[in-house]
C-alpha cells in the first residue's frame, strides 16, 4: 500500500502497531459521540497526545482520528504547526476556524461570536470594527475560549486535531494550553500531535498538557522488524526476503516514513527486494533523507530545484502562480517542475475533490521533506527570495502580517516599502492582542532604517508593543523616541504620557512624575500642560515616598478653583481634588462636589490616552463619602467598558477586586468574596508582586476577617507573602494596616502595634487623616488598649475627632465603635449607642450589625436583658444579611445568656425596596424629618429610623444620596443595581 503523504482526500498507509494508541481513541470517541455509529448525541470530552519524533507516524494516526470521527458523524476542524510560520501570530488558530467562518458574511460572523466580535475578530482573520482599540492578549485568550466553547456546543460533537504542534505560532500554543482543561466539560475532542525535542524552550506548559489532564502522552515507539517487514512486502511484493527486510528496519531504524519512502525508491529502480541487493539498499536509503534527498532533487533540473526553493520558502502560502514568481519561473516551466517534484515524491499529489484550487496549492510530500529543501537553499538566495516572496504575498492582497514573516528574513536595505509593511504588520498583530509579534516587526522596521521623520513614530509604536509584558523595555523604547529631532507636539504628548505610564508600571513612579512635570514645562498647548499636570498629580498621589504631599495637595486645590470642568483634562484634575479632599480627611460634601464636577457626562476606563486611575478614583471617593451604591454603578459601567475592549488583564482586575471592596464596605461579604478571589485570580495570571495583587489581597483578607475566617486570613497573606514587602506605591486599603489587622486578629498585639506606628509615620507627614480612608489610628487604639489603656483612649479619641470632620456617618460610626471598645465601665455603652445611632444612618451593613451586637453586649452587662435582645436580634438579622457566619454565631450564643430565645432573622432581597419603604424613602429625599414621617405613618421615630437604615443599606447610600436615586432613568441618574422598572423597584 503506497504512501501518499498522509493528507485528507489520498489514499492512506495501514497503520502497524498502534493498537494501543487506536484503543485509546476509540474509547474517547465512544464517551464523546457515543458507541454507536451515526450517533450525534453530545458526550463528554477528552484530550489525545501523540508524541514521537519526525516520521514515526503521527499525521497517520491523525487521519486515522479523522475518519473514525467522520464515520461516527462528528464535526472535525484541524489545523498543523508550520516552520515558516511559527512568528505569525495565530496562525493555527485562524486554520482551525476558517472552515467554519468561511462562507459566511460579516453579519453571520458577528451573530456567531456575539459580543467578542470586535475582541477575536483580527485573531482569526476577520476584520475589526473600524477604530476598534487594542485587546489585551488575555482578552483575547477569553474570546477564543468562548468561541471555542461556542463552536463545540453547535458543532456537537466536535473533533479538533493539531499537528505538528511543536511549530504552532507561539500565540495559538498559549491558547490552546489554557484551553485544553475545559474539554473534559465540553463535547470536544481534542487531538494533538507533536514532535518533543523540538518544542520550544517557552512551551513547557503545552508539553505537560496531558499531565495536567490526567493522562500522559502517547510517546511512539520505532516499529519492529515484523511491521517494516509488512511495509516492505506490501510494496513491493510477498517475496521479498526475510534479510532484505531485516536491513530495511536496521537502515531506518524502524521509522515508517523512511521504510515506506526506501520501498518506493526500490520499485522505482526496478530492483528485486532479495538479500543479493543489500548493498543497492543501503545506497538508497541514504538518499531517502538528507543530502541524499537533496542530490535527487538536483537531479531533476535547475527549474525544479528554484521552484521547490520558492514552495519551501512560501511554506503554507505556497501555490503554484507564487512559486513560479518567487523562483523566478514561466507557466510552461512551473508546470513542468510541478510535474517532475510530484513524480520524484517531493511535492505531495493534490487532494481528490476535484477543485481547482486544491490543484493550485502547493504541499510538500512530508514536512521532512521540506525542512531539507528549505535548509539547501544557500543563504544568499534564500534571503532574496524572501524578499521576493514579500512582494509576491503583498500583490496577492494576502495582508501585510503574511508579508511581514518574509521581510523578517530579509537584510536591511533603507526601503521605506518595508517599513511600511512591517509598521502595518505590527499595527495588526496589536489590534489582534499578538504585541510580541508586533514587537518583532518594529524591532526589525528600526533596523531598515525608517526615514528621519517616521523614526519617533516607529520608536514610540515599538515602544507600545511592549508595554504589558517588558515596561521597562518601553521606557527604553519611549526616551529614545522623545530625543528624536524631528517630533510632532501630538506625538510627543502621546510619547511622554505612554512614558510616564511605563514608568509607573516599573514602580518607578517618582521618574513617572518628573516626565511629566517637565513635559508641562515646555508644553505650549494649554491642553497639553493640563493634561501632563493632571498625570503628575496622580503619579504623586501613587507615590509612598512623596516627601511634600501637603504641597502638592495646596497647588491640586489652587488649581481646581479655577477650572470649570471643560475638557478631559480639567475634569481629570478636579477628580484628582475629589480624591485628594477625601484622603485628607476634608468634609465628605466637599469631596462629593468635586467627584460630581468631574464626572460631568461620564469619565470612560479605556481612553488610551488618559487611561483609568482618576475614574477609579472618582468612583472610590463615592464610596468612601457614603455613596456606595453610586460607586458600584461607575464600577459596573467600568468594567463593562472593559469587557468591551478586550481589556481582560490588570484593568479587569482591578474593576472586579475594587467592586469586592465596595460590596465589602456596604457589607455584602458573600458577593463581595467572590468579586475579590476573581479578581485575584486575574492578578496571579497577569504577573507576580504587581499592584493588582497587593490590592487584591489586602481586600481578601479584610473579608475573611470580617466574615470570623482568620485561619485562612492567614494562609492567604502567607501564600503571597502579604507584609513581608511594603509597596512602593500607595495601596488602598493600607497593607501594612491590614497585615496589623490579621496581626490583632491573630492575638499579635504587640508586632501590630509596631506596625502601626509605622504607619501613622508614613501618612501623617502627608497629611493622610481620613479614618475612613485608612482607620491606622482605630486599630492601635486596639492594640494598646491592654497595656496603655490611656494613649488607646487618646488615640481612638483623636479618630473619632477625625472622623466627625469628615463627617459620613459610617466613619463616625465605625470611629465610636472602636472607642467603645477601650472605653471601660458604664460609658461604653453609651458610646456604642451613639455608634449604632451613627451607623444606622449609613449603608454599612457589617458595621451596623457588629456595633448592635457590641452594644447588645453591653447592655445585657449592664443589666438590661430586654433592651440587650432587641439590639442582638436586629444584629442577628444583619449578620446574617451580610454573611459575617462568626458575628451570626456570637450574636445567637449572647442572645443565648440573655435567656431569650433567638427569633428567626428576617429574610429580605438585598436590593428591593418594599411599598413602605419606598414611600418613606421618597418622604426623606423630600426632606421630611423623621417625626413628621412617624406622623405620617402612625409609627414611632424607632421604627422610622430602623425602616431608613434598611432604606440606606438597599440603596448602597445615607440619607443625602436618596433625591439621586430616587430621581430615576429621566434625570440620567442610574436607578442603581436591583432597581429597575421604578424610581426605587418594588
Not at 295 to 308: D, K
Not at 394 to 411: K, N, V
Not at 858 to 870: H, K, M, T, Y
Request: glycine share 10%; hydrophobic share 45%.
Amino acid at each position: 500500500m503506497a504512501y501518499m503523504g498522509d493528507r485528507p482526500g489520498r489514499p492512506l498507509r495501514l497503520l502497524l502497531e498502534r493498537e494501543t494508541e487506536t484503543a485509546a481513541l476509540e474509547s474517547l470517541l465512544t464517551e464523546l459521540s457515543g458507541p454507536s455509529q451515526g450517533l450525534t448525541a453530545a458526550g463528554s470530552g477528552g484530550l489525545l497526545v501523540f508524541a514521537g519524533p519526525a516520521g514515526l507516524g503521527k499525521t497517520t494516526l491523525l487521519n486515522e482520528v479523522r475518519r473514525r470521527a467522520l464515520a461516527r458523524g462528528c464535526t472535525v476542524l484541524s489545523a498543523r504547526g508550520g516552520e515558516q510560520e511559527q512568528g505569525v501570530a495565530f496562525h493555527v488558530v485562524r486554520h482551525l476556524v476558517q472552515p467554519v467562518l468561511a462562507a459566511g458574511s460579516e453579519e453571520e460572523h458577528r451573530r456567531t461570536l456575539g459580543s467578542w466580535y470586535d475582541i477575536v475578530a483580527p485573531a482569526v482573520g476577520l476584520v475589526a470594527g473600524a477604530g476598534h482599540s487594542s485587546p489585551d492578549p488575555q482578552g483575547v485568550r477569553d474570546g477564543l475560549d468562548w468561541v471555542a466553547t461556542r463552536f463545540a456546543v453547535q458543532h456537537a460533537p466536535l473533533v479538533v486535531m493539531l499537528d505538528d504542534a511543536h511549530w504552532a505560532d507561539a500565540e495559538s500554543l498559549t491558547w490552546l494550553t489554557g484551553f485544553a482543561p475545559r474539554v473534559t466539560e465540553l463535547p470536544m475532542l481534542l487531538v494533538v500531535a507533536y514532535r518533543p525535542d523540538e518544542l520550544p524552550a517557552d512551551a513547557l506548559a503545552f508539553g505537560k498538557l496531558a499531565e495536567r489532564h490526567g493522562s500522559r502522552p502517547f510517546d511512539l515507539a520505532p516499529l519492529t522488524p515484523g511491521a517494516i517487514s509488512r511495509i516492505v512486502r506490501d510494496a513491493l511484493g510477498e517475496d521479498a526476503d526475510d534479510a532484505f527486510c531485516r536491513e530495511t528496519w536496521a537502515v531506518t531504524g524502524g521509522n515508517p516514513f523512511e521504510a515506506v519512502e526506501l520501498a518506493a525508491r526500490v520499485a522505482d529502480r526496478g530492483l528485486k527486494p532479495q538479500s543479493a541487493h543489500l548493498p543497492e539498499l543501503r545506497q538508497l536509503a541514504s538518499a531517502v533523507k538528507g543530502g541524499g534527498l537533496i542530490e535527487r532533487l538536483e537531479r531533476l533540473g535547475t527549474s525544479a530545484v528554484r521552484f521547490a526553493w520558492g514552495a519551501a520558502v512560501l511554506g503554507a502560502e505556497a501555490s503554484r502562480s507564487r512559486a513560479a514568481s518567487v523562483g523566478g519561473l514561466g507557466d510552461a516551466e512551473s508546470a513542468d517542475a510541478v510535474a517532475k517534484l510530484r513524480e520524484a515524491r517531493i511535492l505531495a499529489d493534490p487532494a481528490r475533490d476535484g477543485s481547482d484550487e486544491d490543484d493550485d496549492h502547493l504541499e510538500f510530500f512530508h514536512p521532512l521533506v521540506s525542512t531539507a529543501v528549505y535548509r539547501a537553499i544557500p543563504a544568499a538566495f534564500r534571503v532574496a527570495m524572501h524578499g521576493q516572496a514579500a512582494a509576491v504575498i503583498s500583490h496577492a492582497g494576502l495582508g501585510a502580517t503574511a508579508a511581514a514573516r518574509h521581510l523578517l528574513e530579509t537584510h536591511p536595505e533603507s526601503d521605506p516599502w518595508v517599513v511600511q509593511q512591517l509598521s502595518e504588520a505590527a499595527r495588526d498583530y496589536l489590534r489582534a492582542g499578538a504585541p510580541d509579534a508586533a514587537r518583532r516587526c518594529l524591532t526589525r522596521a528600526l533596523r531598515e532604517p525608517p526615514a528621519m521623520e517616521d523614526r519617533a513614530q516607529v520608536l514610540f509604536d515599538l515602544g507600545c508593543s511592549a508595554l504589558l509584558t517588558e515596561p521597562a523595555v518601553t521606557v527604553n523604547h519611549l526616551r529614545a523616541a522623545l530625543d528624536e529631532p524631528v517630533l510632532d507636539p501630538a506625538l510627543r504628548e502621546a510619547i511622554v504620557y505612554r512614558l510616564a505610564q511605563a514608568l509607573g508600571h516599573s514602580d518607578r513612579m517618582a521618574e513617572a512624575a518628573r516626565t511629566v512635570a517637565d513635559a508641562a514645562r515646555w508644553a505650549t498647548d494649554t491642553r497639553t500642560r493640563l493634561h501632563m499636570q493632571a498625570e503628575q498629580f496622580m503619579w504623586n498621589a501613587f507615590r509612598a515616598d512623596e516627601q511634600d504631599s501637603p504641597a502638592r495637595s495646596r497647588k491640586l486645590a489652587r488649581l481646581a478653583e479655577h477650572l470649570t470642568g471643560t475638557g478631559t483634562a480639567e475634569r481629570y484634575i478636579m477628580g484628582l481634588r475629589a480624591w485628594d479632599a477625601m484622603v485628607r480627611g476634608e468634609p465628605a460634601p466637599t469631596a462629593l462636589e468635586w467627584a460630581e464636577k468631574a464626572l460631568g457626562d461620564g469619565l470612560p476606563w479605556t481612553d488610551e490616552q488618559w487611561g483609568f486611575e482618576v475614574p477609579v478614583l472618582v468612583a472610590l471617593t463615592f464610596m468612601y463619602c457614603d455613596q456606595p451604591g453610586r460607586a458600584e454603578e461607575l464600577f459596573q459601567k467600568g468594567i463593562a467598558e472593559c469587557q468591551d475592549r478586550g481589556w481582560r488583564g490588570a484593568h479587569l482586575s482591578f474593576g472586579y477586586t475594587l467592586l469586592g471592596y465596595i460590596r465589602y464596605r456596604r457589607g455584602r461579604l458573600d458577593s463581595a468574596e467572590t468579586l475579590v478571589r476573581d479578581g485575584l485570580r486575574i492578578a496571579d495570571r497577569v504577573g507576580h508582586q504587581v499592584p493588582a495583587q497587593y490590592f487584591a489581597i489586602g481586600i481578601l483578607i479584610e473579608i475573611l476577617l470580617a466574615r470570623g475566617r482568620t485561619e485562612e486570613a492567614e494562609e492567604v497573606a502567607t501564600t503571597y507573602h502579604y507584609g513581608d514587602i511594603v509597596p512602593s506605591a500607595v495601596v488602598y486599603p493600607d497593607a501594612q494596616t491590614v497585615h496589623s489587622e490579621l496581626l490583632l486578629a491573630l492575638g499579635r498585639r504587640r508586632e501590630a502595634e509596631q506596625q502601626l506606628v509605622r504607619v501613622g509615620e508614613r501618612l501623617e507627614p502627608r497629611g493622610m487623616r481620613n479614618p475612613a480612608w485608612c482607620p491606622w489610628q482605630l486599630h492601635l487604639a486596639r492594640a494598646k488598649a491592654a497595656t496603655d489603656p490611656e494613649q488607646a483612649r487618646e488615640l481612638a479619641a483623636e479618630g473619632v475627632r477625625r472622623a466627625r470632620r469628615f463627617g459620613t456617618r459610617s466613619a463616625v460610626g465605625q470611629a465610636l465603635h472602636a472607642m467603645a471598645a477601650v472605653t471601660p465601665g458604664p460609658e461604653q455603652a453609651q458610646v456604642l449607642a451613639e455608634a449604632v445611632a451613627h451607623l444606622e444612618r449609613s449603608p454599612s451593613g457589617h458595621d451596623l450589625a457588629s456595633a448592635l451586637i457590641d452594644h447588645g453586649v453591653a447592655l445585657r452587662r449592664s443589666g438590661l436583658p430586654q433592651d440587650a435582645a432587641e439590639q442582638l436580634h436586629r444584629g442577628l438579622e444583619g449578620a446574617v444579611q451580610c454573611g459575617a457566619d462568626a458575628l451570626v454565631s456570637r450574636a445567637r450564643e449572647e442572645l443565648d445568656a440573655t435567656g431569650m430565645w433567638p427569633l428567626q432573622p428576617r429574610t429580605a432581597a438585598a436590593d428591593s425596596l418594599t411599598v413602605q419603604e419606598r414611600t418613606v424613602a421618597e418622604w426623606a429625599a423630600r426632606g421630611w424629618s423623621n417625626a413628621r414621617i412617624a406622623e405620617a405613618l402612625g409609627a414611632t421615630d424607632p421604627v422610622v429610623t430602623r425602616l431608613l437604615s434598611d432604606i440606606y443599606l438597599k440603596a448602597g447610600c445615607d440619607r443625602a444620596g436618596l433625591p439621586r436615586l430616587l430621581a430615576g432613568p429621566d434625570s440620567g441618574a442610574s436607578t442603581g443595581p436591583g432597581l429597575p422598572g421604578g424610581p426605587m423597584g418594588s
